[in-house]
């Protein structure tokens, strides 16, 4: 375990997909190649129960299987933060306990989901909920799914808390990124900045933020690492050849369905197609793609491997 | 019980406020006092557990205790709906069985209100989630804190399933309700409408609706179901007369605050102001109204007492 | 020529669709049938160059001459309502002062739609633009197109100036409707409310609005003259009769294409079909209906005629 | 002049604010003052009736004006960018005529801002727009205004038209901004891609892009310069240095006011304080800052000064 209060956490920490059986069971046998995958190639920490890993679609012994599996096959070998955003207080409390008790590092949360609140609504109920915390918190931006962003003075107000660590974005505004990350370290220098669309994780590392929770290294973990090394390094040519293939990869696998749903989808039956997954039951409201969507990735990972080779870069 | 399946049911519908001690306790002395003072004033019937009942800000054990408690004191003489609104969908059959063992009548359930479904994705869904529930559902369109709108079309595939028996919509929107009616209907002509915001639910009534699940009725039900009567009765005068008092109510008590939550915490404190409910304790990440609104609170009464008298009509 | 302070008017007040030959010409003959089309049928008023009559996608010189023509044409049978709505104020007051000059008896003007105001930079426009305006004034809520809701306290403020005599509502928010007809009958209870959406109209009629601005009444003006001479009356039975056919018109003509703009291409088309137009060229961005769509437009007519007849009820 | 599409433009392209008299006249010796300040400070290119210019806000009139004006001053120094963004399609040829005759390099265009358009709606306009315009265009994608997007799908469609030579993108979402830099140059490899938000211009540079259009280079042209520089020399260090300036700068300057109008008031006013610019009249319907607002960029001001010299990096 490591103290993310006095240690900072930086480069590439993996959404988990969920390899779920059905909507009741984790696929274990699958979680367990998943993270192997994952520190076979390099990455830096792991992330539970995110929008990628479909938190608010498991039932709530799913999310405690997860937390649980997830840490022993881990086993203390990479930093492990846990979503525990909920709509109820107390059952995201419930969430961090599982947690701490499963030797993870670290708690993301998400502001509450279905009731929207105001600026000083929002920065009161993190008042209230990171007292009870027993682990590290990062914040999660998420305002697609969740319709509050937390404004950059919200969270230059709550970085004052010594237990708020971090935020990690997935609002994809760069304005917001660079006010947040201006603010917060107004407050706190060291307070942690990840970014959550691998489309534009390069370039915010080199801005100074942390690195980035980046769904494809679910499939492809050595290819985030590297972006984030050459970013890290400054290496701006290497990025932006590295950075081709990212969005390859963004505009071939997460944009073959209609609906909102595409990228995890599509992220989800790659990571089958590759064998890091046995299924990619996705839970319910969303389902797995059928035939003629599967036979798009299918294809878009052929080119992908014709033309970039196996991706360990 | 009744069975909806085959006895429609109209009227007035009222949301229930929570009674709450904090948190993780629910204040059953207030919750009987109220449910009383509901059956004294004349409604068809209890929703539980919806969004004025703060569903989704609620622990899962404070929910059950709400669905038990209501029943046990209930017992019998109303119509009771459960709001089973829930992310997972194996959380939304936990509920929806706990709710059948106490003997509620009918369920309502909203979207998954994380992830935005397409219409396609939302009807699969509930053709999934319905055949699992042991009781009569309503749909539950709540587009604002949902994300996703029941298309008419989406609708009028899932009236094909018996076990759907209407849908209450909190949308505001008139066109969306007609259309709904106007499309549901033609698949099954007793397929329920209710209309959520009591400030359109009279003309909603005359225009065909089943009634109106308004959040005023907890302060004041008897205004509430005489705007129902006239409505019903097609007593046009009449139902101006009392629109003109809905209104002020909601002009005055639900207009308060700043934010979004002006609404749930002008009602809940006004509750606690009538002597409804004891406290009017409002989950994380709300919370009550301080001094200033507060008053505003009592002002707004003390004016509808003398202008109205006790809105007993 | 009637004064709209003094004279309050009601009933339905068609918005005309402009008949085109293309982008900068009006069809001169078409507005002819058009406009004794609507006066045959019996409408209280006539509105130029609202949302249906495509004002923002007409050039100057179309608009002007679409003023120009109706009130020729009109010769004073009917008061005349022009749109004025604008990005620059200096353009919004010369299209009025044509208005004016051309003999109309009324403008109507929703909010800037480029740039997004708050509430009270959108009353200290008004409050700018009002007095230099030479007739009176509706305002015109289309938050769709706009982005922006007349607040109801905003629409309270600005009902103290006697020139502002009314509002048109295409919100299709019932709510929102009766509470800016609440608010703004405090400060004047001449204010005049109008409807936009003809699926609510009846309904918003039987609760004290003075009308509709109903864009099917180009197709039909006798079904929504008749729709709203039962709501006047308080004949629900006969208005819920009427409103069947209205929503299925709504439900066939305006739900054929994809995008937003099925409501205008469906209407236009209609129009054609009917003969009221000679073409139903839509001025750009958006293009009339290809065949298929065409054929729908003609199979719905054609249920619609034998179901009930030519509609003139 | 040069010919955009032969020989691409890069570098910080101000969107000029419009510097107004009244609502009617245009400030012409402060535009002069504010060309020669941009050019001496070193500048790439002009942007006229932008955004930031207010085009929506001016009359015709005014808009021709500024062109003429514009054009005149700079006297063929610098490539003239013109937006033409307008709802009529007859209108916006009309100003791009005006453009050419003037001597402008290019054109900008926004999509039709009242009506919404799918995106095959909105290609459509596009290919039926370009074939009429006298010069080059750039696409211009401004979603909060506009309540469009161009999908990536949609420019690549577009970026066939030799005549459209490149995006400027105002979204501020970095996803969105890589997606259609992918897709453009897989069509055209000089398609060039311009950033708005001058937060994250640098890193956009830096990835690929050819220039940032930043109102902020109408008070510090250097800093922006200075900024491009080191993105385009790939100077990561200088870059992030600079950045924290014109962090400095957004976070004071353009978050004074409460409304969606603050960066427009604080952008102007600061000009006006500065020296650039005689008054910082802004068009309705926005207005300019009262004493408090006007204070507080006093002390932005003074404190950027103190903290970084007179900006002439």
């Given at each position: 375990m490591i103290d993310l209060m006095k240690t900072p956490l930086s480069g590439i920490v993996p959404p988990l997909v969920t390899p779920l059986v059905d909507n009741e069971t984790v696929?274990?046998?699958?979680?367990?190649?998943?993270?192997?995958?994952l520190i076979a190639g390099g990455v830096h920490g792991l992330f539970v129960l995110g929008t990628t890993g479909e938190e608010q679609s498991l039932s709530f012994s799913v999310r405690e299987q997860m937390i649980r599996e997830s840490c022993r096959i881990n086993n203390g070998r990479l930093?492990?933060?846990?979503?525990?955003?909920?709509?109820?207080?107390?059952?995201?409390?419930?969430?961090?306990?599982?947690?701490?008790e499963c030797g993870a590092d670290g708690?993301?949360?998400?502001?509450?989901?279905?009731f929207a609140t105001g600026q000083p609504?929002?920065?009161?109920?993190?008042?209230?909920?990171?007292?009870?915390?027993?682990?590290?918190?990062?914040?999660?931006?998420?305002?697609?799914?969740v319709?509050?962003?937390?404004?950059?003075?919200?969270?230059?107000?709550?970085?004052?808390?010594?237990?708020?660590?971090?935020?990690?974005d997935s609002s994809a505004?760069?304005?917001?990124?660079?006010?947040?990350?201006?603010?917060?370290?107004?407050?706190?220098?060291?307070?942690?900045?990840?970014?959550?669309?691998?489309?534009?994780?390069?370039?915010?590392?080199?801005?100074?933020?942390?690195?980035?929770v980046n769904g494809g290294a679910n499939m492809f973990p050595e290819l985030y690492v590297a972006m984030y090394n050459a970013a890290k390094e400054k290496d701006v040519e290497k990025l932006v050849e590295l950075q081709s293939i990212i969005m390859q990869i963004s505009r071939t696998i997460y944009t073959i369905g209609r609906h909102g749903s595409?990228?995890?989808k599509g992220l989800k039956c790659a990571c089958q197609q590759l064998g890091v997954i046995d299924d990619d039951f996705v839970?319910?409201?969303?389902?797995?793609?059928?035939?003629?969507?599967?036979?798009?990735?299918?294809?878009a990972l052929a080119k992908l491997n014709m033309e970039h080779g196996k991706l360990k870069l």
């Open positions: 696929d274990v046998p699958s979680l367990e190649r998943l993270i192997e995958h930093p492990i933060l846990v979503c525990i955003t909920e709509t109820s207080i107390v059952e995201a409390v419930n969430l961090a306990n599982i947690a701490k708690l993301v949360s998400a502001p509450p989901y279905y609504e929002l920065a009161q109920f993190y008042e209230e909920l990171v007292p009870q915390l027993p682990l590290p918190v990062f914040l999660y931006n998420m305002p697609s799914h319709k509050v962003n937390f404004a950059p003075e919200t969270v230059a107000r709550l970085a004052k808390m010594k237990q708020v660590v971090g935020l990690k505004n760069g304005v917001y990124f660079q006010s947040v990350m201006y603010e917060a370290r107004k407050v706190n220098p060291d307070f942690m900045m990840f970014c959550g669309p691998e489309e534009m994780t390069g370039e915010c590392v080199m801005m100074g933020a942390n690195g980035g595409s990228y995890l839970a319910s409201p969303f389902y797995k793609f059928d035939k003629p969507e599967r036979d798009k990735v299918t294809i």
